[in-house]
């Protein structure tokens, strides 16, 4: 895709760029300012996919008169298994455009069409927040749970609902202890058996360390204890005022101690106290345990309506846990002794974006 469209000299036009060395700190500024933007369209994301996972990036943007107008990340997956795919952003919920004006965002879009052209992808697919590109296919599979929280935390406590309210309560009485310090080692042990016990590949050790390590203070690790042993972690990312639990989970022995509902609860106090406002529950599919689980924490599904620009594929993907004939290959894994799942896991889970 060249750098600048025929008609870039236009004063009335922005011009489209990749991001080169040295864009990095204009492209974070303009993501930390506007109002679209999420914690998935900050640059140090291409750098982890790139050099942990092996996905080449294309990270777009636009310009006009030397200002940034509009950003969007793009990282093309390949894979024998799962098909060959553009996305914005892959191992993200959210992607897309983020622009000031109709142009930049017209022409954003026009650029990533053509770069998947291109490439000859299956698939260019973008993970809007809000309905854009009206006129592409677009998968309503998927819903986020968003919910401004109160910077008191008996009012957030009284705001769960009864039922679940007493779920935390229970954990609280079991004598279980939050620790906001968490390590990557306990986390991961934690993690990987709980997405195994799912049928899930897990992603690597090392791309959680990047993670913490690139993100730092923006990306922490809570790691819930009874009598001293994990039973939940969650890694959590903040960015202004939002809290987004990301990767969670707890071993079996965790369920009876209700460590997951009190994990969140600790997580939201955590949160209140570094001063955000507002607590992002992450993506869930419709009608699926954890959709139902954040529903009872009073959370009210919203729509997330990724959408699909086909180029070599005849419909919309599904390489979803939902996709029934997966279910053999989901059993399966579930049955797999945990060091095997951690050396097999991340050579999959590293393709599923």
């Given at each position: 895709?060249?750098?600048?469209?025929?008609?870039?000299?236009?004063?009335?036009?922005?011009?489209?760029?990749?991001?080169?060395?040295?864009?990095?700190?204009?492209?974070?500024?303009?993501?930390?300012?506007?109002?679209?933007?999420?914690?998935?369209?900050?640059?140090?994301w291409?750098?982890?996919?790139?050099?942990?996972?092996?996905?080449?990036?294309?990270?777009?943007?636009?310009?006009?008169?030397?200002?940034?107008?509009?950003?969007?990340?793009?990282?093309?997956?390949?894979?024998?298994?799962f098909?060959?795919?553009?996305?914005?952003?892959?191992?993200?919920?959210?992607?897309?455009?983020?622009?000031?004006?109709?142009?930049?965002?017209?022409?954003?879009?026009?650029?990533?069409?053509?770069?998947?052209?291109?490439?000859?992808?299956?698939?260019?697919?973008?993970?809007?927040?809000?309905?854009r590109?009206?006129?592409?296919?677009?998968?309503d599979?998927?819903?986020?749970?968003?919910?401004?929280?109160?910077?008191?935390?008996?009012?957030?406590?009284?705001?769960?609902?009864?039922?679940?309210?007493?779920?935390?309560?229970?954990?609280?009485?079991?004598?279980?202890?939050a620790?906001?310090?968490?390590?990557?080692?306990?986390?991961?042990?934690?993690?990987?058996?709980s997405?195994?016990?799912?049928?899930?590949?897990?992603?690597?050790?090392?791309?959680f360390?990047r993670?913490?390590?690139?993100?730092?203070?923006?990306?922490?690790?809570?790691?819930?204890?009874h009598?001293?042993?994990?039973?939940?972690?969650?890694?959590?990312?903040?960015?202004?005022?939002?809290?987004?639990?990301?990767?969670?989970?707890?071993?079996?022995?965790?369920?009876?101690?209700?460590?997951?509902?009190?994990?969140?609860w600790?997580?939201?106090?955590?949160?209140v106290?570094?001063?955000?406002?507002?607590?992002?529950?992450?993506?869930?599919?419709?009608?699926?345990?954890?959709?139902?689980f954040?529903?009872h924490?009073?959370?009210?599904?919203?729509?997330?309506?990724?959408?699909?620009?086909?180029?070599?594929a005849?419909?919309?993907?599904?390489?979803?846990?939902?996709?029934?004939?997966?279910?053999?290959?989901?059993?399966?894994?579930?049955?797999?002794?945990?060091?095997?799942?951690?050396?097999?896991?991340?050579?999959?889970?590293?393709?599923?974006?």
């Amino acid at each position: 895709m060249p750098d600048r469209p025929d008609d870039s000299r236009s004063a009335n036009h922005c011009v489209i760029k990749r991001m080169g060395s040295g864009d990095e700190g204009r492209w974070d500024a303009f993501v930390k300012d506007a109002p679209q933007a999420t914690f998935f369209h900050r640059t140090a994301w291409c750098g982890i996919l790139e050099q942990v996972l092996g996905h080449r990036c294309h990270y777009l943007y636009a310009e006009r008169h030397g200002v940034m107008t509009g950003v969007l990340p793009l990282a093309e997956i390949r894979s024998r298994l799962f098909g060959h795919a553009l996305i914005s952003t892959p191992f993200c919920v959210y992607g897309g455009v983020v622009a000031c004006d109709p142009d930049s965002e017209v022409r954003l879009i026009q650029a990533a069409t053509a770069l998947a052209d291109q490439l000859r992808v299956d698939y260019l697919e973008l993970r809007n927040r809000e309905l854009r590109s009206p006129a592409w296919p677009v998968k309503d599979l998927y819903v986020s749970f968003r919910k401004v929280i109160h910077p008191d935390h008996d009012e957030n406590l009284k705001a769960i609902p009864r039922k679940q309210r007493a779920m935390v309560r229970k954990g609280i009485s079991a004598g279980l202890q939050a620790h906001h310090d968490g390590g990557i080692a306990e986390f991961y042990r934690v993690y990987a058996e709980s997405v195994r016990n799912l049928g899930t590949p897990v992603l690597s050790r090392n791309y959680f360390m990047r993670l913490k390590q690139t993100f730092g203070e923006d990306c922490e690790v809570t790691v819930v204890t009874h009598e001293g042993q994990p039973v939940s972690a969650v890694m959590s990312f903040y960015f202004r005022d939002e809290v987004h639990p990301y990767y969670g989970g707890s071993v079996a022995r965790g369920r009876d101690l209700k460590a997951n509902d009190f994990m969140y609860w600790a997580v939201m106090q955590r949160a209140v106290e570094r001063g955000a406002r507002l607590f992002d529950y992450g993506r869930s599919k419709q009608d699926s345990g954890s959709y139902h689980f954040k529903k009872h924490w009073g959370f009210e599904p919203q729509p997330l309506p990724y959408a699909y620009y086909l180029v070599r594929a005849k419909g919309i993907p599904n390489i979803s846990p939902a996709n029934r004939k997966y279910d053999l290959f989901i059993k399966a894994w579930k049955q797999l002794p945990l060091p095997v799942s951690c050396a097999l896991g991340p050579w999959l889970a590293r393709d599923l974006g």
